[in-house]
Nanobody, 122 residues
Framework: QVQLVESGGGLVQTGGSLRLSCAAR????????MAWFRQAPGKEREFVAG?????EYGEFVKGRFTITRDSPKNTVYLQMNNLKPEDTAVYYC??????????????????WGQGTTVTVSS
């Protein structure tokens, strides 16, 4: 059974940094693509970053975020730097089984975490 548990969200000032973690149970990283999405109030869920055999980032990231994974710990991280108020959202970890390509479409992902809230104050 796959379980994804996010942590690391919180309140930060503009320009600050946060590192989100996603502890993945029941996932073998070489058989899954992992990704971070976010959803702000009143907006659609948006692709942030994905990792499989390579990494992909949403266009808005522009070098501010970095996705990594630690296979022995079965954990995926999202390091977020130079945060802006528009980064305020609930951030979700997602897993896509049986693929080497990190899709930017939320519909491609099979498993989701409960989300962690990031609030960036101006």
């Amino acid at each position: 059974q796959v379980q994804l548990v996010e942590s690391g969200g919180g309140l930060v000032q503009t320009g600050g940094s946060l590192r989100l973690s996603c502890a993945a149970r029941g996932v073998t990283f070489n058989k899954y693509a992992m990704a971070w999405f976010r959803q702000a109030p009143g907006k659609e869920r948006e692709f942030v970053a994905g990792i499989a055999w390579y990494v992909e980032y949403g266009e808005f990231v522009k070098g501010r975020f970095t996705i990594t994974r630690d296979s022995p710990k079965n954990t995926v991280y999202l390091q977020m730097n130079n945060l802006k108020p528009e980064d305020t959202a609930v951030y979700y970890c997602a897993a896509d089984a049986g693929t080497s390509r990190p899709s930017d479409a939320s519909s491609d992902y099979d498993y989701w975490g409960q989300g962690t809230t990031v609030t960036v104050s101006s």
